[in-house]
């Protein structure tokens, strides 16, 4: 938590107090992330520290908006794996970005979820769900899976592309096209972020859930998302004391009502999909609702609102940040068009449009850190360093991205780099925005029906220019925020039912 937050909160203790609570209290609850001391073996040639931080400002860095700067920079200063700087009695804590000991750790099943971090999380969905179950033999993660995976069968992508497009055709209608200037008036900015977001919660909720969701209720999802989001994915899983601090903090208070927000919006989902007497098949809701090994709704409801938490911003904010791309790069917009206008597959994603969403995704992942792994065992690195059991992993894609032995011009947007002859298999490799192994994001089938049908789409009919960058902030997720961008229409176009079929 960083120190401003708790001044600005209890104004009757000092800052320095405030310090050295915060930094004793956390030192504490970082120990029992393991469960226990580490063992007293030597641990030669641990990872680097950072530099030129200490416990105070990464912590500020981590949960003040800066997360992905603050990778970043570390990577550029340390290297590929460097040790975050709490005390040398807890456990490690260890940024990883580097392809090899990333992969590495994926595929060992021996490293899992840390339970007191990714408990914060069940805090958020209203109890443990397919993203924090550990995946360990005899757990729920298992039928959570299996039972899902049927509503992401390439047949059903099929159909959430079509509902993707019905939907960015209304969005269009209702929202994009007034804003276009006619009659030699200039067009009007409209904020990508959020518009994107609101389009990908009405995507979803349809393709996924079956339901309709009215204008209303899609802004108060993502502000509830938003505000639930910042809390229980960054604040309480760096500092799970701020539970015991609630009652001064109105942020978390509010947190909490929008938790409970969503918990009500999942239960009208099971409601509505009870009341219809022929729901459409092999939707999310419709797996869920059937799998038997789901205790009660109290079980389902967690999923539901992971469903919509994990698809919603991976999906809005990859969107906005390939359209401030593309505004911002004329020419490699002008390129994607003329692929798509010249595609003979309209159905089909052309090799430019693959690498636009790949170089979108590899320099601005929706979030910094892919996974967050306990170690099992022992680690030892490429470079020889070793990790001990216990410790903690943050793998930071957002950092690795920017590697640029892999990445010649890391920082620049370069979809080209992705096309065939271009691409290393080392790039490829370093790419892996939706997490590895089998806890992958089992939505990803539906984030890229959304983006490979819509950014066509919208494409294809206007030309997009920048009036406002905005500001890009990570809490917990990142997102494009006060991000303005114009609309100029420069030619019809309409998707038709044979489109994917």
């Not at 320095?16 to 073996?41: D, E, M, P």
């Not at 859930?209 to 999802?221: A, K, N, P």
């Not at 020889?384 to 991205?401: D, H, N, R, T, W």
């Amino acid at each position: 938590m960083s120190l401003t937050t708790f001044d600005s909160l209890v104004n009757d203790w000092g800052r320095l107090q405030l310090s050295l609570v915060t930094a004793a209290g956390l030192a504490v609850v970082i120990h029992f992330w393991a469960g226990a001391f580490r063992s007293n073996k030597s641990r030669q040639e641990p990872p680097p520290l950072t530099k030129n931080v200490g416990l105070f400002q990464t912590i500020a860095e981590i949960t003040g908006g800066r997360m992905r700067d603050f990778l970043i920079e570390q990577f550029q200063k340390v290297g590929g794996i460097y040790r975050l700087p709490f005390p040398s009695f807890a456990p490690m804590v260890v940024v990883v970005a580097n392809t090899q000991d990333a992969r590495a750790i994926y595929k060992d099943p021996a490293h899992t979820k840390p339970p007191v971090m990714y408990g914060a999380i069940d805090e958020f969905s209203s109890g443990p769900n397919i993203v924090t179950t550990r995946g360990v033999p005899g757990d729920s993660w298992y039928h959570r899976r299996k039972a899902i995976n049927p509503a992401f069968a390439p047949k059903i992508v099929h159909r959430m592309n079509r509902v993707a497009l019905e939907k960015a055709g209304k969005w269009i209608a209702d929202t994009l096209a007034p804003l276009v200037g006619k009659d030699n008036m200039p067009p009007k900015p409209f904020n990508v972020g959020r518009e994107t977001i609101l389009l990908t919660i009405a995507v979803i909720c349809k393709a996924a859930f079956d339901y309709d969701i009215s204008d209303t209720e899609r802004e108060e999802v993502r502000l509830s998302m938003q505000k639930g989001i910042e809390e229980f994915t960054i604040k309480t899983m760096i500092n799970p004391l701020r539970r015991v601090g609630t009652w001064c903090l109105p942020d978390r208070r509010e947190a909490y009502q929008a938790v409970a927000k969503l918990k009500t919006f999942a239960v009208k989902i099971m409601e509505l999909y009870r009341k219809n007497p022929s729901p459409t098949p092999d939707t999310v809701i419709d797996v869920i609702m059937k799998n038997p090994n789901y205790k009660d709704d109290s079980e389902r409801i967690p999923d539901i609102v992971m469903m919509l938490f994990a698809g919603h911003d991976t999906t809005g904010y990859t969107m906005a940040f390939a359209l401030l791309e593309l505004a911002k790069s004329p020419n490699e917009q002008q390129k994607l068009r003329d692929e798509l206008i010249n595609s003979k597959d309209e159905g089909a994603s052309p090799p430019y449009l693959k690498a636009v969403l790949n170089e979108t995704m590899r320099l601005h992942p929706t979030s910094p850190l892919t996974g967050i792994k306990e170690l099992g065992s022992d680690f030892a690195s490429k470079d020889g360093y070793l990790v001990p059991k216990g410790s903690i992993i943050f793998i930071a894609q957002i950092a690795l991205a920017r590697d640029a032995i892999l990445f010649p011009d890391a920082f620049q947007f370069q979809p080209s780099r992705w096309l065939e002859g271009n691409v290393t298999e080392d790039a490829k490799q370093a790419l892996f925005p939706f997490s590895l192994g089998k806890r992958n994001c089992v939505g990803q089938p539906l984030v890229n029906a959304q983006l490979n049908s819509v950014l066509p789409l919208l494409i294809r009919q206007f030309e997009f220019t920048v009036e406002d960058e905005g500001q890009i902030v990570t809490q917990g997720t990142t997102r494009l925020d006060n991000c303005y961008l114009k609309a100029t229409k420069i030619a019809e176009w309409s998707w038709n039912e044979s489109t994917f079929d």
